[in-house]
């Protein structure tokens, strides 16, 4: 210790010696540094959490000095760390660790054979979670139902979330319990799916979900912040240093701030608050927004903003519940006749609660699938922008899955005169939830699923993301669907949604860098690596802009470095 005191008081200032040396430097290697010149550099030098210089090899080990760590990237690629606009990590954490996972399930039997493993750990009555199941990768195509469940859970309520979120099944132990039964009526803005006789069959969507759900016990204060601490270290194996985590309460902010406290609290969070569909829902998340750091004040520098306010337009592209103008279709080429989706808040309670939050300078994120819901969406944005005309708010359309040319227009005017209107938009729904979303959309509208082209052409930006747990969190799978469009399974062709609206690797990076940053109000400090800017930085196996299409899903991380701390190392 003496010995670094020493030091510290030997130091030059700042006065005498303009060029500070390095505290870490990597070089050898090719830094993507996504500037607005798309530049890319040998070498790059960090200290006191920043970006010192970014330049050759010759002008980095100018500056290191005997105490610099010297990371020798022998030729390999650095990014700015990638960066989610939309990935409920929070609950995502959550559910990785205490619930049953289904996302890799292929068959029903698969399914109920793991709800039996969990119920076996059981007391009779406790409830089983599980979560990430999907009809589409199902060898049955068909949802999962109560009657599956009936022999493996006799004795415990049951609750398998759907992978969107936007529904679920309810074993009959969890119906009775619920108190719902042939003649329970749907709840507005929500479904209670029945069977042939008439019965439900377990299936719950959008709002009815909560009729069973709401009598799962919340996780306690310790495991939403184990959940979080395991998913900051899956973001850091993958590179990814900043989320926008969408539709957070209280107590997940609350399970933030803990984190922080800790000193754990490695990344940029950046949280919208649950709106809910009602005025006074609304009201209620403008209290808890106003009660935290106003943008662009954060805590823990930088690390954990409050950055909004989330609200619904619509259902999912899985439960054919977003809102259309025309009828959902069924495996395809069929018509599901008469289901255009439905609004999930009332367009014009919706209506309000933007008014409410633009006038309280609040930033407004909405989720909308479907083309009548997309323009509600923009429309209802560019209404309250007129009448209260703010700059940099950065209202947002999340999802943005089928535009019309009117929304996209409608836009690029908001991005242009008001720096609101960006799409959060997810690539991976094309490859993950591809074959569902096939069968669903049709083949008229697949062809326009997120038009990442159209959007480039008009000159709108997005930020790109993962909508996990609707897929999974790892960037690389959006960098790789952006620019390849196939699904998971082929069902209806590999590549159900074309290739027109495909961009290149050197946009989709952007979309998870510099312009995701944007969305996060902190594009002065993340999204590209330029001196001054925070020394978030992810290290690749391979070179994202040289390597074929095919390959970028299969990117490996190898370090990442957060705040100038290297947060992994392969
Ligand atoms: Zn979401």
């Known amino acids: 210790m003496i010995g670094w005191i020493t030091l510290g008081a030997l130091r030059p200032t700042h006065a005498a010696q303009p060029q500070l040396s390095a505290q870490l430097v ?28 970014v330049g050759t090899d010759a002008e980095i080990l100018a500056l290191v000095d005997p105490h610099t760590e010297v990371i020798d990237l022998k030729g390999r690629t650095a ?31 698969e399914v109920t054979a793991r709800v039996k493993a969990a119920v076996a750990l059981l007391k009779p009555g406790q409830w089983v979670q599980g979560s990430g199941w999907d009809e589409g ?17 006799p004795n415990n309520p049951v609750w398998l979330e759907h992978t969107t979120g936007h529904y679920g099944v309810a074993n009959d132990y969890a119906l009775r319990l619920a108190h719902i039964d042939a003649q329970t009526p749907d709840p507005s803005a929500g479904t209670i799916d029945k069977d042939a006789h008439g019965n439900p069959s377990g299936v719950m969507k959008e709002a009815a979900q909560e009729l069973v759900t709401a009598l799962i016990p919340p996780p306690t204060a310790e495991q939403r912040r184990k959940g979080i601490e395991h998913i900051l270290e899956v973001m850091h194996r993958e590179g990814m240093t900043a989320v926008k985590d969408p539709d957070i309460d209280k ?39 106003q009660a ?30 977003a809102w259309l103008y025309k009828d959902w279709n069924k495996n395809s080429t069929g018509v599901d006749a008469g289901n255009v989706g439905y609004p999930t808040t009332d367009p014009q309670v919706y209506r309000q609660q933007v008014a409410l939050m633009n006038r309280a300078g609040v930033p407004v994120g ?39 040319d009117h929304a996209i227009e409608t836009m690029a005017m908001l991005q242009k005169q008001y720096d609101a209107g960006y799409p959060e938009l997810q ?52 960098l790789w669907s952006s ?61 994202p802009y040289t390597i074929a299409p095919a390959q970028l899903r299969d990117l490996r991380c190898q370090l990442t470095v957060f705040q100038g701390k290297i947060a992994f190392r392969q």
């Open 427 to 478: 690539a991976p729904f094309l490859w993950w939830i591809g074959d569902t979303y096939a069968a669903n959309f049709g083949p008229a509208r697949s062809a326009r699923l997120i038009p990442l082209q159209t959007y480039l052409k008009h000159g709108v930006i997005w930020g790109g993301g993962s909508d996990y747990s609707v897929t999974p969190l790892p960037a690389r799978y959006g």
């Open 292 to 321: 935290a750091p106003r943008l662009p004040q954060s805590l823990g520098d930088g690390r954990l903003l409050s950055c909004g306010v989330k609200i619904f337009m619509d259902g999912s592209g899985g439960a054919r519940t």
């Open 137 to 153: 990768k199902l060898d049955e195509r068909r949802y999962l139902t109560a009657s599956d469940l009936i022999a493996v859970a």
């Open 483 to 543: 620019v390849v469009r196939q699904t998971l399974k082929s069902s209806y062709g590999a590549q159900p949604f074309g290739t027109a609206e495909a961009v290149d690797i050197h946009t989709v990076l952007r979309s998870y860098t510099a312009w995701a940053a944007r969305q996060l109000f902190l594009e002065q400090r993340i999204g590209s690596l330029e001196a001054g800017k925070d020394a978030d930085i992810a290290v690749w196996d391979h070179d």
């Open 79 to 109: 990014t700015p760390g990638l960066i989610d606009t939309h990935a409920h990590i929070a609950s995502g954490g959550l559910s990785e660790l205490y619930e049953v996972p289904l996302g890799d399930a292929t068959n029903v039997a």
């Open 366 to 404: 909405t989720h909308a699938i479907g083309d009548r819901a997309i323009d509600w969406v923009v429309d209802t944005y560019l209404q309250v922008l007129r009448e209260q005309p703010t700059h940099g708010l950065r209202h947002s359309i999340i999802h943005a899955n089928v535009p019309t």
């Open 26 to 53: 990597l070089v050898h290697g090719k830094i993507i540094t996504v500037d607005a010149a798309d530049s890319v550099a040998q070498a790059i030098a960090i200290r006191d959490g920043k970006i010192l210089r």
């Open 251 to 289: 107590e997940t902010w609350d399970a933030y701030r803990a984190v922080l406290d800790e000193g754990r609290l490695d990344a940029h969070i950046c949280v919208l608050w649950h709106g809910g569909s009602t005025l006074a829902a609304a009201q209620a998340a403008l209290t808890l927004f």
